[in-house]
């Protein structure tokens, strides 16, 4: 198979796994203030900053009250130093398949994490948080669509 083939192969069959994960995180049955793990996305760094932009709590429109962002930080600091605790653990090597335990560790601790910040948010910030996360989801399952696309003049 030739390189550009093979490359295009791959991207195919990553984006279809991306867009199966994507509906199934969906389906799923969340608790109260929880949002699937899609939506949210557990790839990227593990730091304070960028799971806080992840999660999107920085955004104004949630109009945090300060104790309710004190709150939130202590939340994600925990986060991170368990999420760190779980690397050394349990490491995940690129390119190498995680162990379903080390998935599943992971998976407990952000969906925690979600149910945590759901909880600590009233109704009203409640909504436009899941909104917001849902407006991302679409965005990322759009671009999974767009690269999946038949490929026109290669």
Do not use: C
Request: a positive charge.
């Amino acid at each position: 198979m030739k390189n550009g083939k093979w490359k295009r192969l791959m991207l195919v069959a990553t984006a279809g796994a991306m867009a199966l994960l994507g509906v199934s995180a969906a389906a799923q049955t969340l608790p109260s203030g929880a949002l699937p793990r899609s939506a949210l996305g557990m790839t990227g760094p593990v730091d304070h900053t960028s799971t806080i932009r992840r999660l999107g709590i920085g955004d104004p429109a949630l109009k945090l009250t300060a104790r309710q962002r004190a709150q939130i930080d202590d939340f994600v600091s925990a986060y991170v130093t368990q999420q760190q605790v779980l690397a050394e653990q349990q490491p995940i090597t690129p390119g190498v398949r995680p162990s379903e335990e080390a998935i599943a560790a992971r998976r407990r601790a952000f969906d925690q994490l979600s149910i945590t910040i759901g909880n600590t948010l009233n109704s009203e910030q409640r909504k436009v948080w899941q909104n917001a996360q849902m407006q991302r989801q679409a965005q990322m399952d759009a671009a999974v669509s767009r690269s999946l696309a038949p490929a026109r003049n290669r």
